[in-house]
């Protein structure tokens, strides 16, 4: 799916669009700093549900959000140096106890994720345009 945004009301439009055809419970966010990803994230959490403020989880690499489905994880792996940092935050124990992990700058960590099944979504920010693909 492809999607352009013109204003940040249109997100909810992409919620919407994306949500009935979320089917794990791994979801990767993929774009440069200020392209939306947090802002996503706080549009796809109301519309679980969940009443809690997002934020981003740039300095503590990990938010815990609840829902009426369950818990929702939300990681930046920005500042992630390897691997082993990943693993020392225990990722499989949030991967196995999640309604869903929502995961910004999953590169670091994206090989392990090869056998899990799992979204993704790209955001190209275009300046007054963002251009998001979903798979």
């Not at 949500?19 to 706080?42: D, R, V, Y």
């Not at 818990?71 to 693993?87: G, Q």
């Not at 225990?90 to 056998?115: Q, R, V």
Request: charged share 30%.
């Amino acid at each position: 799916m492809e999607f352009k945004l013109n204003k940040i009301e249109d997100w909810q439009k992409v919620v919407d669009e994306i949500l009935p055809q979320l089917q794990h419970n791994i979801f990767l966010l993929k774009g440069n700093l200020g392209a939306g990803k947090t802002t996503f994230t706080q549009f796809l959490l109301k519309k679980l549900g969940s009443n809690d403020e997002v934020s981003s989880p740039t300095y503590a690499i990990v938010n815990e959000y609840h829902s009426p489905k369950g818990k929702i994880f939300h990681f930046d792996l920005y500042r992630m140096k390897n691997i082993d940092e990943v693993y020392d935050i225990g990722m499989e124990e949030y991967l196995d106890n999640a309604f869903l992990c929502i995961i910004e700058w999953p590169e670091i960590y994206e090989e392990e994720l090869a056998d899990f099944p799992h979204h993704e979504m790209k955001i190209e920010n275009l300046g007054d345009e963002r251009v998001i693909i979903f798979k």
